[in-house]
């Protein structure tokens, strides 16, 4: 049996699409809002149900944590999920995903969890001045999120919130953290819970948002490679994990505090498209179908470009050489992930020509953000 079922039609499902056909395994894309399966590349509805579809699987996994309950539950009904429901839970409520943190004694955002109007008042005297209050579900991209950063942000928010149903969706205020910088950590599982480690990643955000990620991380040392690795083996462990985990870190001199986990394949994965003899894609799907994981050493530098919320970039982009597009064929949206850049060089100056090639050809809104960053 080579079908592999994926929970989510999205890009993510499409790259695992690309990394299971090379092995000749076949991916089965779920729409879990319509629950019909599709065609993880071109999306056409597909003449079989979600039931079907489980019973003749060889294992389902997700490309989203952000899943309707009920149909999480049937995936692990079947025994046949991976990595499997509490790791999705984990990854889809921030007080479950703060609960396990604190569990484990692993270093996260100092925050209280917000129920009432009062608690937020609360939590800006205790946490303040800076705040950063967040739902509790459902949040991605940076949607979901308010900052306070003064006593008049916090009028404004408390204003805001005065019908809030914090019954149905309780916040998490979150101290805002001075990092020096964003990495992240994406590590791969195998069923016989053996792990596996891509260098660690540099990741710059505008609004929330990825926009740029480095790697293997610029100064990236052995000890923090290590540490990062020591947390991500932690959390697996727990979870008693199987496939992609990637952990978002903040980094201050030689600390590291989690930011949150992501149980599938990530954004900040997308490098090791180019940078590696096996993508993140190709390792999760090896993993859930109980393969042996190929090697997530990195072999270039590469710089990964977002492509958010504009149409197709002119073809002149694809005339650099050692820059590689990856379009999802998505109707354009404002702040939608449209496609990504993968740039690979062997030497750091190398890469930097190459960023300013392509922002030179980027459209003002993306363009706008790299320089941003690049100063
Ligand atoms: P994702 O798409 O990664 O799931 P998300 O909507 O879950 O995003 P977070 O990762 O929680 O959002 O936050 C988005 C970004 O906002 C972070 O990458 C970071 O740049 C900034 N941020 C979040 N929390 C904090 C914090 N406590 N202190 C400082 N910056 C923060
Ligand atoms: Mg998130
Ligand atoms: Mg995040």
């Not at 100064?219 to 947390?231: C, G």
Request: include cysteine; glycine fraction near 6%.
């Amino acid at each position: 049996n080579d079908i592999i079922v994926v929970l989510g039609h999205g890009q993510l499902a499409r790259m695992m699409y690309l990394g299971a056909t090379q092995l000749g395994l076949n991916i089965i894309a779920v729409d879990a809002d319509k629950r019909v399966c599709v065609n993880a590349v071109d999306k056409t509805v597909l003449d079989i149900t979600i039931e079907q579809a489980f019973s003749a699987c060889k294992a389902i996994t997700s490309e989203f944590e952000h899943l309707p309950k009920d149909l999480v539950k049937q995936a692990q009904d079947s025994g046949k999920f991976k990595p499997n429901a509490a790791a999705i839970a984990a990854g889809a409520d921030r007080i479950v995903e703060k609960a396990l943190l604190e569990k484990l004694s692993i270093p996260n955002c100092t925050h209280q969890i917000i129920n009432s109007v009062n608690d937020l008042k609360n939590a800006y005297d205790n946490l303040g001045p800076k705040l950063i209050l967040k739902t509790s579900r459902d949040g991605y991209d940076g949607y979901g999120q308010w900052r306070i950063f003064s006593a008049q942000d916090l009028t404004t928010v408390c204003n805001d919130l005065a019908d809030f149903d914090f019954e149905f969706m309780p916040l998490v205020a979150e101290q805002c953290i001075l990092f020096e910088r964003e990495i992240s950590l994406l590590g791969v599982t195998d069923a016989n819970g053996q792990h596996k480690y891509y260098p660690l990643t540099e990741n710059h955000h505008a609004d929330g948002q990825l926009v740029l990620s480095l790697a293997p991380a610029p100064d990236l040392t052995p000890e923090l490679q290590q540490r990062a690795e020591a947390i991500h083996q932690a959390i697996a462990d727990e979870l008693d994990y199987c496939g992609l985990l990637a952990i978002e870190l903040f980094q201050t001199g030689e600390q590291l505090l989690v930011n949150e986990i992501a149980p599938r394949v990530h954004n900040s994965g997308h490098w090791t498209q180019q940078g590696c003899a096996a993508s993140q894609f190709e390792n999760h799907i090896r993993a859930v179908a109980g393969l042996p994981l190929g090697d997530t050493s990195a072999q270039h530098l590469v710089a990964m470009v977002n492509y958010v919320g504009e149409p197709k970039p002119s073809t002149d982009i694809m005339k650099l050489a050692n820059t590689h597009l990856h379009w999802y064929d998505k109707s354009v949206r404002p702040k939608r992930k449209m496609g990504h850049i993968n740039l690979v060089a062997d030497n750091n100056q190398a890469l930097q020509k190459l960023i300013g090639q392509v922002h030179d050809l980027l459209p003002e809104s993306l363009a706008k953000n790299l320089a941003e960053i690049k100063e």
